[in-house]
């Protein structure tokens, strides 16, 4: 499992490395809440993939080695103390809009500059993606048991609509 220490010292860690990173998937969740809503067993991060070569080194001299490569959509840097990082490279617009592969190349996923907002973890503020896009980053597969936790928190605190 992964904890909101961890959390933070992965961002510290991309922090000293000059990596901008945003916070997704479960950690962006609760980023968003303001608190640990329940366990993750990763951290989903967007970065910018000119960043992504500093991002990898920092990480992999804190110990964390690559077990999942599925570039340019995604790539998996776990640690041997059990967490993981699951890194989704963006490419950034002058707008600040980004954009991310997709298994179709013809069909990328889609950030809208407005997206990117910022939470807190553990007391720190944090860049996450809003509750909107996060409706928007779990669709396309069959939700599990955090997935639907997830979204039914996002439904009551912030009112928005998710396909589950």
């Known amino acids: 499992m992964m904890s909101a220490s961890d959390v933070l010292s992965v961002l510290s860690l991309a922090r000293e490395a000059g990596a901008d990173v945003v916070i997704a998937g479960g950690w962006g969740v609760d980023a968003l809440l303001g608190e640990e809503t329940r366990g993750h067993k990763d951290l989903d991060l967007l970065h910018r993939h000119e960043q992504e070569p500093a991002l990898v080194a920092a990480l992999t001299s804190a110990g964390y080695v690559q077990t999942l490569d599925w570039r340019p959509v995604r790539f998996v840097l776990s640690h041997p103390a059990g967490p993981e990082i699951d890194l ?3 490419r950034f617009a002058p707008d600040g809009s980004a954009t991310q592969s997709s298994l179709d190349p013809q069909e ?3 950030y809208p500059a407005q997206c990117f907002v910022t939470g807190t973890i553990g007391g ?3 860049r996450c993606i809003s509750a909107g896009q996060q409706a928007e980053f779990h669709q396309g597969y069959e939700p599990g048991e955090a997935d639907l936790h997830d979204m039914d928190l996002l439904r009551r605190k912030f ?3 998710t396909h589950f």
């Open 88 to 90: 989704h490279p963006l």
């Open 108 to 110: 990328p996923f889609h």
């Open 124 to 126: 720190t503020r944090v």
């Open 159 to 161: 009112g928005v609509a």
